[in-house]
């Protein structure tokens, strides 16, 4: 007799501490969200300083980098919706690997919430959702290659929400944030969770100012960053110190399509490099 050997589950289901569900990874050994609150995490860390919502102008448009279970454009879309704003609001969304939809389906949240849900579960089957006042298109690969084909958005807002450096330094490069200010517009805010120096080098060496992001739970501060908006500023003393850190060197990706241990073989070198040169001077 043959038994059919069963698919590996690539997910575990996480309860977090506001009662919404993540996931845990076993390809990258982490959960998708902080595990003080999965929801809580999208609308403190990435929607409100992204300050989006009091933008001004009839349509406005939003990228979501790593789309994940959702709650980053969940988030989005249930604010904007308590808000009566009008206009069009436009999320363009990228993902590498979908969620199974019977994984999603089985999230609920008892309130508004659902039927905005419902909104993003379709556009994670079929590519596409649109309602009355939001549109969103979930572009489905490696987001290195899909930002690379926008050539006429001036993006509003920027969720960057990747896993960890180290687990997914692809998306974490000089050379991805390069294109990601490419399409960012001048007041727009880029949210990013992480607090680490290289990210924050990154960012500037692509060519954005940065600031403090709030933090959130058991989570250091995140990062924002923008061209011209106002962010909680650093000092020129904490800038200095960063660029001096050796621990400041940022991942390189200069074709944006390096492999993950490529990426962090090449940091590896720099710094010993830069180590060097620090120890001669
Ligand atoms: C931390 S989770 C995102 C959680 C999500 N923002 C949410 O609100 O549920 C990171 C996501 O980034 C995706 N990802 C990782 N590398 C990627 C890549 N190169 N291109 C596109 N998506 C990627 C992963 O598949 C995963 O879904």
Redesign the pocket.
Known sequence: MHTTPRTPHKFEKVITDDGTVSLYSKEYGEA??SLSGAYEE?LLKHVRPSRILSRTGGHLCVL?????????SLALLTEWSRSDRPGNLHIAA????I?PAKLMDAITFADDRDSIYASLREAAVNGHAARQGYTIDIHR????RLIRAIDDISVHAI?H???SPAK?P??WSVDFFREVYRVADERCILTTYSSATHIRMALMEAGFQIGRGPSVGKKREGTLATKCAEVPPFTADEIEKMKNDIKAVPYRDSRLTGAKEEILALRKDEMRIKKGLQARQ
Do not use: S
Request: charged residues 30%.
């Open positions: 998708m969200h999208a979501d980098i790593g789309f994940g279970l959702g709650y980053n990228f993902e590498k690997e969620v690969g490696d987001a290195r969720f929400d990747p896993f997914n692809e998306l």
